[in-house]
């Protein structure tokens, strides 16, 4: 079989420091193809010999580990009504990151302009070798464009990497912003099958599967919110999307916030939402619990069909915590299959808000540490 860098490089991006000794044994390859690898991940910075391990007698390091510090990439997780952009390291870890309200129903040059503004104000000298940016709505992967958004006008076939192009010499990756929350769930927690649902102002989910996100033919695998919800009113419900009884037209954060409103309760974004229920608000615990029943119908029979692990809660509505939690359970453990539940975990994400911008770090240094990609990056950095 043929090797290259890039394989060698996986074994430290998932395991940690290793001696030359390991990665023989890890890799099945000889020393000499080994000793050649090291040398030229380390010539390009991208592993660093460390103190310890077998070494004596004055002969230098065996020990090495992966430098995930060697460049950055510029991660831009752009919601309905704000984004987080973030300066990561190689292995997807924030090194710092910044909030700002955007709204995303003014188009993409607005937005992408606010974004770009936050990046120049994050770049730190170290080199930049990959952008990547979230967004709500289905994305055709291959050619970084958002593809017929049910909410996101004048973004329909916009071209984000070619947008950026001008400002970055590095490759831009747009992702589905619930594709990148699985992918941050299913890496830093180890699973392979996870359902990464995304609940904000509108609904998302994110799938993956064996390790890959399952994108579908279009893009649009996953998007929950505007399948049809289980149970309707008599009179059908409008949804943003122009359709009707969406299960976001039930349980999205903007749903909410109508329901609030025709019984006087009016609110200003989701976060009054999450506010209302932590102060106990007897009428929006009761839609938010609702809502959660809603969602849980909604993923009752994806969990049957895909058999995932864990289903991991992130976005704002999500800090309803329980309250939304216990109506997502109590619908997929009425309704999904014995096995299929037998060790599912259904659970609110432990990475915190920058769940998303961890996943589009993730997804970026996979691009970027492919073999291809890293025999570029070895071609052109002299030596050092
Ligand atoms: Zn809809």
């Not at 997502?328 to 920058?354: F, N």
Request: glycine share 10%.
């Amino acid at each position: 079989m043929e090797s290259h860098e890039s394989d060698v490089l996986a074994l430290f991006r998932d395991q940690g420091p290793l001696s030359r000794t390991d990665v023989i044994a890890l890799s099945g390859l000889s020393r000499s193809t080994v000793n050649q690898r090291l040398s030229a991940l380390t010539a390009v910075g991208l592993l660093a010999p460390i103190e310890g391990g077998e070494s004596t007698g004055g002969r230098p390091s065996s020990r090495f580990a992966f430098h995930a510090e060697r460049a950055v990439i510029l991660c831009a997780d752009i919601g309905a009504t704000g984004f987080t952009a973030a300066l990561c390291d190689l292995t997807g870890t924030p090194i710092e990151s910044t909030e700002q309200e955007i709204d995303v129903w003014d188009g993409p040059e607005p937005v992408l302009d606010a974004v770009l503004d936050a990046f120049r104000g994050l770049v730190n000298g170290v080199e930049v070798w990959a952008v990547a940016v979230g967004v709500p709505g289905p994305v055709e992967f291959a050619a970084h464009r958002v593809v017929n958004p049910p909410i996101m006008t004048g973004w329909d076939g916009f071209d984000i990497a070619e947008w950026f192009a001008p400002h970055f010499d590095a490759p831009v990756i747009v992702e589905n912003d619930a594709n990148a929350r699985a992918v941050a769930e299913a890496r830093v927690n180890r699973f392979d099958n996870v359902i990464g649902l995304k609940l904000g102002t509108g609904i998302g989910a994110g799938l993956v599967f064996n390790g890959q996100i399952i994108r579908g033919d279009k893009g649009a695998a996953g998007d929950i919110g505007h399948t049809r919800a289980a149970i309707v009113d008599a009179e059908p419900r409008e949804c943003r999307c122009g359709s009707f009884d969406c299960v976001e037209a039930y349980a999205g954060g903007w749903a909410l916030q109508r329901e609030l409103a025709a019984i006087g309760i009016e609110t200003t974004g989701t976060r009054d939402i999450v506010d209302l229920v932590a102060r106990g608000d007897i009428e929006t615990v009761r839609r938010v619990r609702a809502a959660g029943r809603i969602i849980g119908d909604a993923i009752a029979d994806l969990v049957s069909i895909l058999n995932p692990r864990a289903i991991a809660l992130s976005g704002r509505l999500a800090e309803c915590d329980e309250v939304l939690m216990s109506g997502i359970r109590e619908r997929v453990y009425q309704r999904a299959t014995p096995l299929v539940t037998r060790d599912l975990t259904i659970a609110r994400s432990t990475l915190g808000a920058l769940d998303g911008v961890i996943g589009l770090a993730l997804i970026a240094s996979d691009a970027v540490l492919a073999s291809d990609a890293l025999e570029a990056v070895i071609e052109r950095t002299p030596a050092r």
